[in-house]
């Protein structure tokens, strides 16, 4: 089956700095991808609509700019968290739609993000 | 107006039993797919079962099974035989539009947490 890959599984930052979150598609092709936020406890809300070659669609309510996505080739996007605060400490989860075939999402593990 | 709506936050079934988890919807697109995902502990999301809005038929995946109710909006999740494996969050989850590019992106409920006790 289809394969997403999140690195790192988990991050712990200070106040201030950036983190890269990648999402990769292992075994096909994601023209698309997403990338979702989850607090302890809730639902995942999506953050962003990641598509190769072209700027990322945001959700209302999300700064492009703290949350800078690339989407820079078919199997990868990268999400930054610039400027880092203990309340973007969350769960970031990213999904891919397999671009060949009638497929839905298919999730990545996760990323544990720790901001102190 | 929340577009899928969970209203059991916890829900407690004895092992080798069935169980109901509800989901309501709300779209006034005509074209879309409800989609019910497990999620451990660890936070992985697993995908459980599809229903498309032309299905005719319920969709059944082994011990998962999706009651599709179309005029009543509720696309409920049955799972037969729970197992202790089976303890997780479950979200049901909502695409509109027949998909492409942004409109594959998904609305998820707030989830209920199944706890399956020996």
């Known amino acids: 089956g289809a394969v997403v890959s999140q690195h790192p599984s988990w991050v712990i930052c200070k106040s201030g700095t950036s983190v890269k979150i990648e999402c990769r598609s292992l075994?096909?092709?994601?023209?698309?991808m997403f990338w979702y936020r989850q607090f302890p406890k809730k639902s995942l809300m999506l953050m962003a609509t990641?598509?190769?070659?072209?700027?990322?669609?945001?959700e209302q309510g999300v700064e492009k700019d703290k949350f800078l996505i690339n989407h820079a080739s078919l199997t990868l996007s990268t999400l930054t968290v610039t400027s880092a605060h203990p309340e973007d400490s969350s769960f970031y989860i990213c999904?891919?739609?397999?671009?060949?075939?009638?497929?839905?999402?298919?999730f990545g593990p996760g990323t544990r993000l720790t901001v102190t | 107006a929340q577009k899928i709506t969970q209203t059991q936050p916890g829900m407690f079934v004895q092992e080798k039993e069935a169980v109901t988890l509800d989901c309501t919807y709300d779209?006034?697109?005509?074209?879309?797919?409800l989609f019910w995902y497990k999620q451990p502990s660890s936070g992985e999301m697993i995908f459980l079962i599809y229903?498309?809005?032309?299905?005719?038929q319920n969709a059944t995946e082994g011990r998962y099974s999706l009651n599709f109710q179309k005029a009543r909006k509720s696309a409920n999740l049955v799972i037969s035989a729970s197992q202790l494996g089976d303890s997780a969050m479950y979200f049901c989850?909502?695409?509109?539009?027949?998909?492409?590019?942004?409109?594959?992106?998904?609305?998820f409920g707030k989830g209920t947490l199944l706890t399956v006790n020996p």
């Open positions: 999904s891919a739609r397999d671009s060949s075939v009638w497929a839905e999402q298919y």
């Open positions: 075994d096909f092709q994601a023209t698309t």
């Open positions: 990641s598509n190769e070659g072209s700027k990322a669609t945001y």
């Open positions: 779209t006034s697109d005509p074209s879309y797919g």
């Open positions: 229903q498309g809005s032309y299905d005719q």
């Open positions: 989850a909502m695409r509109e539009g027949r998909g492409g590019g942004s409109n594959y992106k998904l609305t």
